[in-house]
């Protein structure tokens, strides 16, 4: 079992850095495609705002959501496999 454990939590790690560069990838254009008025004064909330981003800006917006979605639940899966780990 704790082989299995181990395999799983090898897994998780790498799908989390792979997923963290393609968020870093993602938030990089996306931030570069920024072209509305008020987006310094919205900085927070810009990322829900499409109206704020260019075409680019946009599609790299939605392909950024399931990328943070991912490096959440591998965190998940990680912390879950290392408290097992340690019991």
């Known amino acids: 079992m704790e082989i299995f454990n181990a395999i799983i939590l090898l ?9 963290t560069g393609k968020a870093i990838y993602h938030m990089y254009h996306m931030l ?7 987006a310094n004064f919205l900085a927070p909330f810009v990322i829900f705002m499409p109206s704020q981003f260019n075409e680019e800006g946009n599609q790299h917006r939605i392909k950024l ?5 991912g490096v959440a639940i591998s965190w998940g899966v990680i912390f879950l496999i290392k408290g097992n780990l340690n019991t």
Request: charged share 5%; proline share 5%; net charge positive.
């Open 11 to 19: 897994l998780a790690i790498v799908s989390c850095l792979y997923l």
């Open 65 to 69: 959501y399931p990328s943070v979605i």
């Open 32 to 38: 570069n495609n920024i072209t509305g008025k008020y």
